[in-house]
């Protein structure tokens, strides 16, 4: 993606956000100097968690067809995970635009609760894993949404509306897009690791590679290593 693109996104995706009353914390305005200098002195934990904007074409380079906003608000550690108490948790606020895929994955460690936050319809395509770890074509599967059992056929369609909410656990693989509308959604995690916590059905990368054609408005998670060297 051309970093132009992505400062759109930013702009575009902040608007959205706050249409819907939701504003980001402080550290989503910081200019990279800013979060530079800062992330040296008092805010280390932001690079830590891995905290901030996270604009994915999951490296395909065709963001409006396949794609995601996220930003992540907080994230516990894999220290506590391992002590098994502790700050376990994560947040994130995402983005899934009409007819824009987040493709087939599941997750290891994560559990997450997806919620839709407001806007069009959020369609989830859900199948089980095999022993393996493989998609499951056959077997039905079933997941809480809101404190109810929901059983359906493999890769059938599960539809969000505004206010509704499924918890996915670890194995449950997962597709999701947003239907008669843009979809702001909440997830409430397990600790996040995206570096090591996505499977993908298909081969795919997890963060898009970014071209250079202007300065960036702010830096995505995947820019740290980078940029804050
Ligand atoms: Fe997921």
């Known amino acids: 993606m051309k970093r132009s693109e992505v400062n759109a996104i930013i702009r575009e995706s902040d608007k959205f956000i706050r249409s819907f009353g939701y504003v980001m914390p402080p550290f989503a ?4 100097e800013e979060l530079k200098t800062r992330t040296s002195s008092d805010s280390k934990a932001i690079l ?19 794609g995601l906003f996220l930003f992540t608000t907080r994230n516990g550690n894999q220290e506590d995970l391992k002590k098994g108490g502790g700050m376990l948790y994560a947040e994130k606020i995402m983005i899934s635009r009409e007819k824009q895929l987040s493709p087939m994955h599941r997750h290891i460690v994560k559990a997450e609760d997806i919620i839709n936050r407001g806007g069009g319809t959020l369609v989830l395509e859900l199948f089980n894993s095999n022993a393996d770890g ?18 359906q056929k493999a890769g059938g369609l599960l539809k969000l509306q505004p206010g509704e909410s ?6 449950n693989w997962h ?20 570096l ?6 298909e081969p795919i990368g997890r963060f ?3 071209e250079e054609d202007e300065a960036p ?13």
Do not use: C
């Open 196 to 201: 090591t916590d996505n499977i993908f059905r």
């Open 29 to 32: 305005y910081w200019s990279p």
């Open 166 to 171: 499924v918890t996915l656990l670890p194995g």
């Open 134 to 151: 493989s998609v499951d074509e056959k077997t039905d599967v079933e997941v809480a949404t809101d404190g109810r059992i929901v059983r």
């Open 175 to 194: 597709a999701f897009w947003g239907e008669g509308g843009d979809v702001l959604i909440g997830e409430v995690s397990t600790v996040n690791d995206d």
């Open 217 to 229: 408005v702010h830096l995505l998670v995947s820019d740290y290593d980078k940029w804050l060297a």
């Open 208 to 210: 898009s590679s970014i």
């Open 48 to 66: 830590d968690a891995r905290l901030g904007w996270d604009i994915t074409d999951y490296g395909q380079g065709k963001f409006d067809e396949l």
